[in-house]
T-cell receptor
Framework: DAKTTQPPSMDCAEGRAANLPCNHS???????VYWYRQIHSQGPQYIIH???NNETNEMASLIITEDRKSSTLILPHATLRDTAVYYC???????????FGTGTRLQVFP | EAQVTQNPRYLITVTGKKLTVTCSQN?????MSWYRQDPGLGLRQIYY???????DKGDVPEGYKVSRKEKRNFPLILESPSPNQTSLYFC????????????FGQGTRLTVV
């Protein structure tokens, strides 16, 4: 699986947009970008995924660059409850596992 | 409510004493898996199951067993636990192998002394 690189930590003011970057320069054409988050030591929670096009759901937006070598997860209006570790994962669809790296620890402050 | 339920949430045991961590999902998912999470190592897959009676090893299967006799249940068995199995364990399920959206349990914190 392609590896991802994320900053270890980021801060964001409550109510502002949180933009979490991810580099995946070795991504293959059939590999998807997934984002999960883990609040404290709870089970990881799925956020969003995409292949080429930008995606949006009720939780977040995913912006993937045209060359697909990087992506950004956007939480449009961060709240204190969004404080968590965010994992960017690339994987081939129909494979067995999610490979979690060390993620980005997002701290949302008042 | 769609959920994956693990039990127990916390467990302290002694070396060599067999234990089972249960996992149950109510979404009729075919695919289930177990992960362990350790500081600095992230989550690593232990075992997975693509359907009833179909299981396979993940990245760190040594010292663990699983079974899938029913679709909803996927217990993790430690026949002879050792201190290096002290970890935070998560069970996950998804509708199929595509794993588009995996649902994780609340976690089981296991300490082996």
């Amino acid at each position: 699986d392609a590896k991802t690189t994320q900053p270890p930590s980021m801060d964001c003011a409550e109510g502002r947009a949180a933009n979490l970057p991810c580099n995946h320069s070795t991504i293959s054409g059939n590999e998807y970008v997934y984002w999960y988050r883990q609040i404290h030591s709870q089970g990881p929670q799925y956020i969003i995924h995409g292949l080429k096009n930008n995606e949006t759901n009720e939780m977040a937006s995913l912006i993937i660059t045209e060359d697909r070598k990087s992506s950004t997860l956007i939480l449009p209006h961060a709240t204190l409850r969004d404080t968590a570790v965010y994992y960017c994962i690339v994987r081939v669809r129909n494979t067995d596992k999610l490979i979690f790296g060390t993620g980005t620890r997002l701290q949302v402050f008042p | 409510e769609a959920q994956v339920t693990q039990n127990p949430r916390y467990l302290i045991t002694v070396t060599g004493k067999k234990l089972t961590v249960t996992c149950s999902q109510n979404m009729n998912h075919e695919y289930m898996s177990w992960y362990r999470q350790d500081p600095g190592l992230g989550l690593r897959q232990i075992y997975y199951s693509m359907n009833v009676e179909v299981t396979d090893k993940g990245d760190v299967p040594e010292g663990y067993k699983v079974s899938r006799k029913e679709k909803r249940n996927f217990p993790l068995i430690l026949e002879s636990p050792s201190p290096n199995q002290t970890s935070l364990y998560f069970c996950a399920s998804s509708a199929d192998r595509a794993n588009t959206e995996a649902f994780f349990g609340q976690g089981t914190r296991l300490t082996v002394v």
